[in-house]
């Protein structure tokens, strides 16, 4: 699963343990330490400055915050208590909105809130950026992601400080020349999480396998997607060693390999995730089936399925024989629809191609929905029809319905602006239905909050959601 996210089933963030009362208590015990300035706009209290920062881009609140030490600790507050405190990390400062677009990459530096980072990618890695997170980053750091990364000692003994606070490492497409354990994690006290997948080995390090049979006391979640070269027996000895580890997660070949090593060592998790690379595979459903033996004899309670390839309506609805699914990450054809799945609670989609309607109707349960791309008919699919959803995030959203000829989309969604108003309506027409928010990007939540003055109404809440997140949300 992602760096980012809650749980298995990313349904919020997993390592965000300040509550919003704290945070505002440090902030304000910050405060009486600096000297009040005789602007006008410095005698405001911190509440009401935070009402004037909701009306602010990110890019617009950073610059506020390089204006004095007192505007620096609330907006830094109000940054910690209102955004992903997440970053990608470059030679010289932190980056947010960070992405591609016809080949170029976009972003803006976030340095004045470098202390308040939770989450942390390293690209490409650098010495510079290893020194400028070692130098900037503070105890608030605890996830970090290192993404195609040459890994040596040098950089590690630049950043053994933070990594004694971290509790979750990726470690992903990265060459190492350092030993897993004696190199790395044995400066990770507190791990919780860890991925690694699809690394290389310098030569000498071939044989270093000593880091799987070590006990990790606070390991909870395991990811070893894409790493063919574990052994049998090496998988046998690690879960021995570590019956903490209630989330795994794989590829569909590596549990059919070891399927018998986790059969005979009568392994329990919470939570197992498969990731299937080809779901035409003639073996999907004898894995399928073998997975509902795993549900049957107790070795693990809810089940998440990612997809990296297009689902057509045949194989989605083969999803309706498995137990317990939990959550799915799916690809699908135009006009496709899941299948009744009354466990289901996650739905992450990469097109936004499914129809929304007929798809809500057969999940009961279901509570959060994250496209990648979808329509506002999609939205007022999920408002009108699902009574349990509670968050609904949206990377690109348009205006024009799929399926409806007739569907008015500027009704709901028109010149970068929603209608809560009418959203709010729609939603009170479902009895006993629970207030959802609906996370959008920034330039639609500032359109909106200009509008209308309004975010939040009765039953329906406009968030934002950074866009350096999605490639987190939508990994396989």
Known sequence: MNLFGKGVGMSGKLFRSRSETEGMSRTSSQISKIKMNTSPILKLNVNSLNKLFDWLTLKELHALAQTCQRFKVICGAYYLLNYTPSAVCIDDGIVAHRHQSRGVTYGYQLNIFCQYIEKMIIPSGSQNQFRYAEMN??????????????????????????????????????????????????????????????????????????WLLRKFPTLEHLDFTKCSSIKRSELEVLFKQNPNIRTFELDMDQFWENKMVFLEACIMWNDLIIHFQDAKNPMTSTIYSLLNTFFNRGH????????????????????????????????????????SLINLRELYTFCGKLNMEKTVSNLANLEKVVFWEANVEDVLAIVRNSMRIREIKIRT???????????????????????????????????GARKVSIFVNEDIFIATKWTTGETVHSLIELKRVMMHEWNDLFQT
């Open 137 to 210: 980053c503070g105890k608030a750091l605890t996830a970090i992601r290192f993404d195609g990364v040459v890994m040596t000692e040098s950089k590690i003994k630049c950043i053994k400080r933070l990594l004694a606070n971290v509790e979750a490492v990726e470690i992903v497409d990265c060459k190492m020349f350092i030993y897993i354990y004696e190199g790395f994690l044995k400066y990770c006290h507190k791990l919780k999480r860890l991925k690694i997948r699809n690394i290389q080995f310098n030569t000498f390090l071939n044989k270093d396998k000593d």
């Open 397 to 431: 959203l348009n205006e024009k319905g799929r399926f409806s000829p007739n569907f008015n989309g500027k009704n709901f969604f028109n010149q970068n602006q929603l209608n809560l108003t009418a959203l709010n309506e729609e939603r009170k027409k479902i009895l």
């Open 300 to 339: 693990f309670k809810r089940l998440h399925l990612r997809y990296s390839e297009v689902l057509k309506q045949p194989f989605i609805d083969q999803i309706a024989s498995l137990y317990a699914v939990d959550t799915i990450h799916m690809k699908e054809e135009a006009g496709s629809w899941l299948p």
